[in-house]
């Protein structure tokens, strides 16, 4: 495992880029988690006596990769919380999806609907019993006509299961790599990134935006020459 990549980190916050593959917090597999690695970072850096306190506020896919940030103390992470209920809190997203979008930007709105047993969500009619509104923008950085796959910016109104993956499959713009969701590149790494996080700090009230990009490697090589 390599070592914590910390973005950010104050005496309230700490922001770190989270790898592919490692869940957001323990689940069932018992792998080692990001909950887990962040109160470790902590313990070791403050030689703390007994665990140090992390509050989880927000979570990413497994497969995806990118920007997160982990409270410090209750307080902190009451306040994140709340600005997540409040939409004050944003997450952007990079994606390469299969095909060529109909149009430079725009917004996908939906109805999803999760099957929690099959761990799945698909677009349903409006007023669909337990379904509920997913909205995104989307914005094409670029598109290459030789491998037939578009790069785009993701801004998410809502947070919603599998959301980014479901609106875009429903197109017929599956995520590359996405095999749940019927991608092409059957065997790689799914191809979301979460690239950059605004909030407002939970004590100063600033608003702070942190970013990162994901290695220029594998599927990630169309990024090159893009300013995003």
């Not at 599956?174 to 019927?182: A, C, L, R, V």
């Amino acid at each position: 495992m390599e070592a914590l990549n910390v973005i950010y980190e104050d005496n309230h916050i700490i922001v770190v880029e989270k790898p592919v593959n490692i869940p957001s917090q323990g689940d069932k597999t018992g792998d080692i988690d990001m909950l887990t690695l962040v109160k470790k970072y902590l313990k070791e850096k403050y030689q703390k006596p007994g665990e140090a306190y992390v509050g989880l506020v927000h979570r990413l896919d497994r497969p995806v990769g990118g920007v997160m940030v982990f409270a410090k103390t209750s307080k902190s992470a009451g306040r994140l919380s709340d600005q997540i209920r409040e939409k004050k809190f944003h997450k952007n997203y990079l994606v390469i999806v299969n095909g060529k979008m109909e149009k430079e930007k725009g917004t996908l709105e939906d109805y999803l609907l999760k099957n929690e047993k099959k761990n799945m969500s698909r677009v349903v009619p409006e007023g669909t019993k337990n379904s509920k509104l997913a909205s995104l923008d989307y914005e094409v950085l670029k598109y290459d006509s030789e491998i037939n796959l578009s790069v785009l910016k993701i801004n998410l109104h809502t947070g919603r299961h599998h959301q980014i993956r479901v609106q875009l499959s429903s197109r017929n713009h599956s995520i590359y790599g996405d095999q749940k969701y019927g991608g092409r590149g059957h065997g790689k790494q799914i191809a979301l990134w979460a690239y950059e996080l605004k909030l407002y700090h939970p004590i100063k009230n600033e608003l702070m935006t942190f970013n990162s990009i994901p290695k220029q490697i594998g599927s990630w090589k169309i990024l090159e020459g893009l300013k995003i």
